[in-house]
């Protein structure tokens, strides 16, 4: 069970929980009946989150693809836990997350479960199946869409049964600081993933490139920030306390670190992202309360 715990990879959690939480603070009234719906909405990101972590384990590790990588310990490419145990610890949390997405989708509309079910291939398929995405470069995409917009709107959508331009604006931002972790993390996977033919963003586009993206999307997460005060009030501008927050990881990518110093700028985008989430969701609260 721990090593388990190890595999679901704990420290990425903070991408599942920011965008419930901004995507609840966009919500102008939330009544006390809306508390399941935020849980609901929740778990169902904690658990895509998680699954997607055991999925890429599993499929990467059966290619071989964690053969050369340098970033935490990998359950099915250590050869600690058997394929077939990962595998399944996957699929029971896209089971948990289509249970309650369909309790969701019961109060709101049935529309959700075409999101859901979306979010649910796109969790496998990342680096599973025939075709993964995420070896084709666009695990960034995907990740800024499932884990920002799709994730923020999408809560403040079960909660209120709307979508506000507050809240679409918001997810860049969100999405942006969630798309920034996959990017850190290809840029330290880079040459193992070049030598596996594991083609991300990082691989194609090449090294510094790479580093010129990871800091443009902070700049795209202020700006979001900043769109959002204008349309409610200075209140919303404590989400910067996030980019504040992340400028020493933004020193070492640009200051070339490698390998083993970009764990610790995974470190810093992940808790920079905790200080974005809570700042910028009470900013909002404040805003629209």
Not at 41 to 56: D, F, G, K, M, R
Not at 139 to 149: N, P
Not at 218 to 227: N, P, Q, S, T
Request: proline share 3%; hydrophobic share 55%; glycine share 10%.
């Amino acid at each position: 069970m721990h090593l388990l715990y190890v595999g679901a990879r704990p420290r990425t959690l903070p991408a599942a929980v920011v965008p419930v939480v901004v995507g609840a603070a966009a919500v102008e009234s939330i009544s006390v009946s809306s508390g399941w719906r935020i849980l609901g909405a929740l778990v169902v990101s904690v658990s895509l989150q998680v699954a997607v972590n055991y999925a890429n384990d599993y499929s990467d590790g059966i290619r071989g693809t964690d053969n050369n990588r340098v970033g935490p310990l990998r359950l099915v490419g250590s050869g600690l836990v058997r394929p077939s145990v990962v595998k399944k610890a996957a699929f029971s949390m896209i089971g948990v997350a289509a249970v309650v997405g369909l309790m969701l989708a019961a109060v709101t509309s049935w529309w959700i479960l075409l999101v859901g079910l979306c979010a649910m291939v796109a969790t496998w398929t990342y680096t599973g199946g025939p075709r993964p995405y995420g070896y084709a470069g666009l695990g960034e995409v995907f990740v800024f869409l499932f884990f920002g917009v799709i994730a923020t709107v999408g809560t403040q959508f079960v909660i209120s049964e709307q979508i506000t331009a507050v809240a679409v604006l918001a997810s860049i931002a969100v999405g942006s600081f969630a798309c920034a972790l996959l990017v850190v993390n290809n840029l330290r996977d880079r040459r193992g993933d070049e030598l596996s033919n594991k083609k991300t963003l990082a691989v194609k586009m090449g090294d510094q490139p790479t580093r010129v993206f990871f800091v443009s999307l902070f700049v795209v997460a202020a700006v979001a920030v900043l769109w959002v005060a204008i349309l409610t009030n200075a209140w919303v501008l404590l989400g910067w306390c996030g980019c504040i927050a992340v400028i020493p990881g933004v020193r070492e990518v640009l200051n070339k670190a490698e390998g083993a110093r970009l764990i610790r700028v995974l470190e810093i985008v992940g808790k920079a992202q905790l200080v974005f989430g809570a700042s910028f969701s009470f900013g909002l609260f404040i805003a629209l309360g």
